[in-house]
């Protein structure tokens, strides 16, 4: 019997928790009377209860995060109505900010918002001793990042063979950009490089060959990125693969040397542009240079072998719909391998909300907190960009339509994919559940009706396409699943590793 358990319930199985791992490895002496189990928001809550029941446990942390707030709630809910003298502790991003106005926290016995990592053992000792505080919020204070002990050696054989291997070599973010929780960190926490740099090799070691680093900003002192991107040159094989979050506009070509020798299908970067809008990056106090940013992904695009996913957030206060269109068509000018359109969301504590009144931000009062209109957007138009977004996924970010897509978009991007994206909505009435061979006849009948585009030309390179397409699938059903490539990412909310 353990009388602590950890949990959390992740997006998909494949995701491995690495804040859950960072509470689990610095539980110290309390970490052999602990047990850590991972659920998924397909499962029943019901038994998700039974489950964490099921050693009668005396204390149960839980992770709350954008994705599990609802089905939490009622895991809760479950065991507060099962076996009340359970203690739950909750942490993660949901509850360390505006927690009051939050329902989960009605049912838990504690909170720690922040960084739990060493503030959960503490409340853990004090309970197990009988000297439990009052029931409430706990502070987890300040601490030194380097007094933490290192999860990696917490992921399993089975985590290694079957999930994604998230690390970090720093926590937190030294800029502002109001969207994002990472705004109220004062800077970034590097943590000891060799030691880091040793837990790379550990991992190594026991066969990790997928790594994806959650760092806000991996390559913001260069002579540590450099460190570590020679740390996997001098590794490389051919299931080796990297991922990366990078600041747009900061390349300097003593990186630029080191990315260029990395083969295809090693390194992915995701690189958060999210507007080239000055006034709009100036009200969110997003500091960007523009042009470097077009330059970086141009040389990344064309002088390295790098998969570049770039994000672009529409909805930004200030934003109108033409304004948005110009940075769309400015970056798929650049040509990144996948653009993220994603919707604004309302990250609790962020300081986006100082400009509700101001520009009549209206959010979805539901996760995932998603804007519903704006004083320049209104209801309908953000309605069309969520289905703009979702088809750009299925048609654009998918991979499928390499031949096609030049077709579709013309000379003018998102004024084309827009007129496709109401086209497939009309005649549908779907955004979801289309299946691909559906979706390829439904492009050659769009593109001709809607878009003009000769019929002949458009059949035969969406003809190319479905061959292509058929043969990647054989190809795939061949690899084992941990080759098979992951470039759909989570939003960055999961990276958090505050919280329990």
Known sequence: MSPITLSTINA????ASLGLRYLYANLGGLKRRSRMVEFTIGQRAEDIAECLLADEPRVV?????????DISTEVVRLIKRIRPETIVVLGGPEVSHEYHQQPI??????????MADLAFPRLCSRILDGDAPQGGIIDPGEFDIRELALPYREYTRQDLDNRLIYVEASRGCPFRCEFCLSALDRTAWPFDLEGFVDEMQALHERGARHFRFVDRTFNLKTASTIRILEFFLERMSDDLFLHFELIPDRLPDSLKSRVARFPPG??????????????VQALISRRQDNEKTTANLRWLRGSSHAHIHADLIFGLPGETLETFRDSFDRLVAADP?????GILKRLRG????RHTDSFDLRFNPNAPYNILST??????TMQRLNRFARYWDLIANSGRFQAARPLLLGDAPFDSFLALSDWLYDTTGQTHRIAPNRLFDLLRQGGCGALGIPAGPLRDALT??????????RKNRRLPPRHTPHTKRQTRHLHATQGV
Not at 350 to 353: A, G, K, Q
Request: glycine share 8%; proline share 6%.
């Open 105 to 114: 926290v009605d049912y838990a016995d504690y909170v720690i918002p922040g």
């Open 464 to 473: 190319r396409d479905h061959a292509r397409m058929q043969e990647t699938g």
């Open 266 to 279: 090693s390194l992915q970067f995701e690189i958060g542009v999210q507007t080239f809008t000055p006034e």
């Open 337 to 341: 391998h996948e653009i993220q359109v």
């Open 350 to 353: 962020s300081p986006i909300t």
């Open 375 to 380: 004083d320049r957007i209104d209801f309908p």
């Open 61 to 69: 942390g839980l992770g709350v995060y954008i994705w599990n707030i």
């Open 12 to 15: 998909k199985y494949m995701h």
